[in-house]
């Protein structure tokens, strides 16, 4: 299966400030996801990662406080924009081939101060 | 719109015995992935062992085996020979079969945290 790193793997953030995540993967791969779990809580998706167009988002998530970009088959970013204590959460990259397993990058801490 | 429930917030279990973690789910599709993960505290997600629903036979990996219910919607999690490395939230997970936009996806399950007392 692929291997993820993702980067940074903590960061503490000023309210109103913006966090780039990065997700690298070793081997090209059809899919990448990225979730987030906030403290105590399951993984929820926040968008599918396309490459080369807009990512697709779930409800409750949008664009604008979450940009996403993946120009090629092994790397995407995820913006958490404009910060507030509620954003405060892991996240997650997540990578997946046809037929494949679905293979998860280490998360990003976040704490929102 | 999917939903996976794990009913079990916690459980325990003594080294080197059996527990089984219980996750059932809702949805009108006939043909679906199912998936158990575990995290550890190092937040790793890694994977236990996947379904596919169009297998009857039960999946099995090592000490990890499942026992699927279609009917019943039920994907339970069985671990044999619990070790202290066990510990950790375990996950179930759902994927649809049919692709597009979030049903790639996967939609988890509120998780278990799993005690291994020595």
């Known amino acids: 299966s692929a291997v993820i790193s993702q980067k940074p793997s903590r960061d503490i953030c000023q309210r109103g400030t913006s966090l780039t995540i990065q997700c690298q993967v070793d081997?090209?791969?059809?899919?990448m996801f990225w979730y987030r779990q906030q403290p105590g809580q399951s993984l929820t998706l926040i968008a599918t990662?396309?490459?080369?167009?807009?990512?697709?988002?779930e409800s409750g998530f949008v664009i604008d406080k979450f940009p996403i970009s993946r120009p090629n088959l092994t790397f995407s970013t995820l913006t958490v924009s404009n910060m507030s204590p509620e954003d405060s959460s892991i996240y997650l990259c997540?990578?997946?081939?046809?037929?494949?397993?679905?293979?998860f990058g280490s998360g990003t801490r976040l704490t929102v101060v | 719109a999917q939903t996976v429930t794990q009913s079990q917030p916690e459980m325990s279990v003594q080294e080197a015995e059996t527990v089984t973690l219980s996750c059932t789910y809702d949805?009108?599709?006939?043909?679906?992935?199912l998936f158990w993960y575990k995290q550890p505290p190092s937040r790793q997600m890694i994977l236990v062992i996947r379904q596919e629903a169009y297998k009857q036979q039960n999946a099995t990996e090592n000490r990890f085996s499942v026992n699927f219910q279609k009917a019943a919607k039920s994907f339970s999690l069985k671990i044999s020979d619990s070790q202290l490395g066990d510990a950790a939230m375990y996950f179930c997970a759902y994927r649809s079969a049919y692709g597009g936009g979030g049903a790639d996806g996967l939609t988890f399950g509120k998780g278990t945290h799993l005690i291994i007392q020595p």
């Open positions: 990662a396309n490459q080369g167009s807009e990512a697709t988002y």
């Open positions: 997540s990578a997946a081939r046809v037929n494949y397993g679905y293979t």
């Open positions: 081997s090209q791969v059809t899919m």
């Open positions: 949805t009108s599709e006939s043909d679906y992935y």
